[in-house]
């Protein structure tokens, strides 16, 4: 006897959708770029050569159609981890459960999810306006301590590392978790790459001083003078960790591409944004599209 998923562990609305994303199983592709802007899912969608659905709830916007013969979907998250918890767990649930005996499917599925999102970069000689792919991530936010994510004994090393020179008053727990190989191989190629940290705010927690006074006024400077075995952190940003860590948990394969508007140390922010991401988009699409 397979176990039931209770009603309230797996919320269904009253038309069969996932509660917050409002999906059907066969609304999903295999393929799904997340964006955290919800006007970023029609600048993507405008490129599908056929939409066959747009579905929304809160800030979560899904648009699913097809480039030739691949199917995708593309939706919005938000912004933060917390909405990653939200939005890899019910898509998990639209493929992987049976979703009207409310048990967990014998043969899994393996999404393969593309963020395409925005970043401030943490190092002086990497552009604004470039394109990078998050190898790994720190995550600064706590999501992944609520579940069982096994961390290889590569990815402890260079978070022990990181721990060591975080400063004193910095009192989180930070993880590790790193893209899918399988689509760092098949879709970065020649774009340039390095290690993102996830935090669970823009101002103060990626090292802005406006009004509010920071609490640790040299976590910026830490995070840019980092180095472990020719490795350093290229950029700030609020999703990729847990996407990593939750999509590794769950099966899925994730990459993350941040388009960097922001550089933190020069000081300089995109005189284009618009028009940039506009250009990435195109970039992802037609290497997603080609494999
Ligand atoms: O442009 P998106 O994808 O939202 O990503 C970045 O922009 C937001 C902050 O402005 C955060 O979500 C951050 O991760
Ligand atoms: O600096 C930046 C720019 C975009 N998104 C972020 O989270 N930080």
Do not use: W
């Amino acid at each position: 006897m397979m176990n039931r998923i209770s009603d309230t562990d797996l919320i269904l609305n009253a038309d069969g959708t996932a509660y917050h994303l409002n999906l059907l199983p066969e609304d999903v592709a295999d393929t799904i770029i997340f964006v955290g802007d919800q006007d970023r899912v029609p600048a993507v969608s405008k490129y599908f050569d056929e939409v066959e659905l747009r579905k929304g709830k809160r800030e979560f916007i899904t648009h699913t159609g097809r480039i030739g013969h691949k199917r995708l979907t593309v939706i919005s998250t938000g912004i933060g981890t917390d909405n990653i918890d939200i939005v890899l767990n019910e898509l998990d649930a639209l493929v992987n459960i049976d979703l009207s005996t409310r048990t967990v499917k014998p043969d899994l599925k393996s999404l393969n999810i593309i963020r395409i999102g925005t970043s401030g970069t943490v190092q002086a000689d990497i552009p604004v306006d470039s394109l990078l792919v998050s190898e790994a991530a720190f995550g600064l936010d706590p999501l992944l301590h609520y579940y069982d994510y096994p961390a290889t004994a590569e990815e402890l090393e260079l978070l022990k590392a990181f721990k060591a020179v975080l400063p004193e008053t910095f009192k989180g727990q930070p993880y590790i978790a790193s893209a899918s190989s399988r689509l760092i191989g098949s879709l970065d190629a020649d774009i340039q790459t390095g290690i993102t940290i996830t935090t669970p705010g823009f101002y103060s927690p990626q090292g802005r001083q406006v009004r509010a006074k920071s609490a640790i006024p040299d976590l910026l400077t830490a995070i840019t003078e980092f180095r472990h075995h020719g490795k350093r952190i290229t950029n700030l940003e609020m999703e990729t960790a847990g996407i990593y860590g939750l999509a590794a948990a769950l099966g899925h394969q994730a990459i993350s591409f941040n388009v960097l508007l922001a550089n933190r140390i020069t000081n300089t922010f995109s005189r284009q944004p618009a028009a940039i991401m506009d250009r990435y988009i195109k970039t992802v699409l037609e290497r997603i599209a080609a494999v």
